[in-house]
């Protein structure tokens, strides 16, 4: 019972520390001067990104046998997966029922007399309804994906070949992160010329201040950050008692479980940012964080591990593929809405019904 009430207790810590940085970082892409899906696919998904390479550094660099050290390479392949599918699927199911909410609303207030007509009456139905994000903003997240996939598939392709300088490949996981670093910030730089600037919600450390102070954003930052990485590495624990409690194998509860767990600090970041009418930024920092799993931990795996994919891994990292695919043709078509973001969800559903077989 204490694990099921620690599970809970920690989804709690993360969704209101999460809040406290999503809230916390916006300012301070405000003060590095970086474009608002900067602070997206850059400061959020790294903030957010960063306790989980650490776990993955310590995995590969201290494990005492090469089976320890191949918990890195399940977690390096795992995180794609439940960001491509999970974190996205939950966006793009946060996003249908906020329509359907301003429909309702809008049906209401329709049937209200004096209401019905007059300046307003005829308002455009939402975006949602339609198409996800203004066109620009739909084109810079397809290239996030159109960066995203190559690496990964050259990820997936080293795990099944053996040579004698691929640990060395490891530090061009590590080069391609910083290429798309550098290329978020740069094409951030114009973007608050391009509209008007939005304003922030109050410092939670400093809620009367209309401009906090920098230190102020810094340790709020920082000091969420660490209550995410302690309760994100409670959770998995919870998960790991409790994963056996309800039957499930050791193997299935760290491919199907584990995953969730440690991108729940993303999809909470998602969650909060499209409550708040932020879209784009839930979504920029779905794709910033896969771009990070896709090299950071890769690079840490290559170099301290045999980095060789069994069955399973090669599963997850087909089920990866399809999933990014599939969002990067609908988004170059124009065709993203919440019901198909939603979709996305469903091929982590068909990579568990395929994983059944393999490790039976």
Same mark, same amino acid.
């Given at each position: 019972?204490?694990?099921?009430v620690l599970l809970i207790v920690c989804a709690v810590a993360i969704y209101l520390s999460?809040?406290?940085?999503?809230?916390?970082?916006? #300012?301070?892409?405000?003060?590095l001067n970086v474009g608002k899906m900067a602070v997206g696919t850059i400061l959020a998904?790294?903030?957010? !990104?960063?306790?989980?390479?650490?776990?993955?550094?310590?995995?590969? &660099?201290?494990?005492? &046998?090469?089976? /320890?050290?191949?918990?890195?390479?399940?977690?390096?392949?795992?995180?794609?997966?439940?960001?491509?599918?999970?974190?996205?699927?939950?966006?793009? =199911?946060?996003?249908? +029922?906020?329509?359907?909410?301003? *429909? $309702?609303? $809008?049906?209401?207030?329709? =049937?209200?007399?004096?209401?019905?007509?007059?300046?307003?009456?005829?308002?455009?139905?939402?975006?949602?309804?339609? =198409?996800?994000?203004?066109?620009?903003?739909?084109?810079?997240?397809?290239?996030?994906?159109?960066?995203? *996939?190559?690496?990964?598939?050259?990820?997936?392709?080293?795990?099944?070949?053996?040579?004698?300088?691929?640990?060395?490949?490891?530090?061009?996981?590590?080069?391609?992160?910083?290429?798309?670093?550098?290329?978020?910030?740069?094409?951030?730089?114009?973007?608050?010329?391009?509209?008007?600037?939005?304003?922030?919600?109050?410092?939670?450390?400093?809620?009367?201040? !209309?401009?906090?102070?920098?230190?102020?954003?810094?340790?709020?930052?920082?000091?969420?950050?660490?209550?995410?990485?302690?309760?994100?590495? *409670?959770?998995?624990?919870?998960? /790991?008692?409790?994963?056996?409690?309800?039957?499930?194998?050791?193997?299935?509860?760290?491919?199907?479980?584990?995953?969730? !767990? &440690?991108?729940?600090?993303?999809?909470?970041?998602?969650?909060?940012?499209?409550?708040?009418?932020?879209?784009?930024?839930?979504?920029?920092?779905?794709?910033?964080?896969?771009?990070?799993?896709?090299?950071?931990?890769?690079?840490?795996?290559?170099?301290?591990? $045999? #980095?060789?994919? /069994?069955?399973?891994?090669? #599963?997850?990292?087909?089920?990866?593929?399809?999933?990014?695919?599939?969002?990067?043709?609908?988004?170059?078509?124009?065709?993203? =809405?919440?019901? $198909? *973001?939603?979709?996305?969800?469903? +091929?982590?559903v068909l990579f568990a019904a395929g994983l059944i077989p393999i490790l039976a």
């Amino acid at each position: 019972m204490i694990h099921f009430v620690l599970l809970i207790v920690c989804a709690v810590a993360i969704y209101l520390s999460c809040e406290w940085f999503v809230n916390a970082v916006e #300012w301070l892409g405000e003060r590095l001067n970086v474009g608002k899906m900067a602070v997206g696919t850059i400061l959020a998904a790294f903030g957010t !990104a960063l306790p989980e390479s650490v776990v993955t550094l310590v995995a590969v &660099t201290t494990g005492a &046998t090469a089976e /320890d050290k191949d918990i890195g390479v399940g977690a390096a392949m795992g995180g794609p997966l439940a960001l491509a599918t999970v974190a996205y699927g939950v966006t793009g =199911t946060m996003l249908w +029922f906020k329509h359907r909410k301003a *429909l $309702r609303h $809008r049906t209401e207030r329709a =049937t209200v007399p004096g209401l019905e007509s007059g300046p307003g009456a005829a308002v455009t139905p939402p975006r949602t309804a339609r =198409t996800l994000g203004e066109a620009k903003d739909i084109k810079r997240l397809a290239k996030d994906q159109q960066w995203f *996939l190559p690496i990964f598939i050259v990820k997936v392709a080293l795990g099944l070949v053996a040579f004698a300088f691929k640990p060395a490949l490891g530090l061009l996981f590590f080069a391609a992160y910083a290429v798309y670093f550098w290329r978020e910030i740069r094409s951030g730089q114009g973007e608050e010329a391009e509209g008007g600037e939005e304003a922030l919600e109050p410092l939670k450390f400093q809620p009367k201040a !209309a401009s906090p102070a920098t230190w102020a954003v810094v340790v709020q930052t920082l000091a969420t950050l660490v209550v995410i990485f302690f309760a994100s590495q *409670l959770f998995v624990k919870q998960l /790991d008692a409790i994963g056996p409690m309800l039957g499930l194998s050791t193997a299935v509860t760290a491919l199907l479980l584990s995953p969730i !767990a &440690t991108e729940l600090p993303e999809i909470m970041n998602a969650v909060i940012w499209v409550r708040q009418g932020k879209t784009k930024l839930a979504l920029a920092n779905i794709s910033g964080a896969m771009m990070i799993q896709a090299t950071v931990p890769s690079g840490l795996g290559l170099l301290f591990t $045999r #980095w060789h994919f /069994d069955g399973a891994l090669l #599963w997850s990292g087909l089920i990866t593929m399809a999933a990014i695919v599939y969002l990067l043709v609908t988004m170059r078509a124009h065709k993203l =809405t919440p019901a $198909r *973001l939603a979709a996305a969800a469903g +091929f982590y559903v068909l990579f568990a019904a395929g994983l059944i077989p393999i490790l039976a």
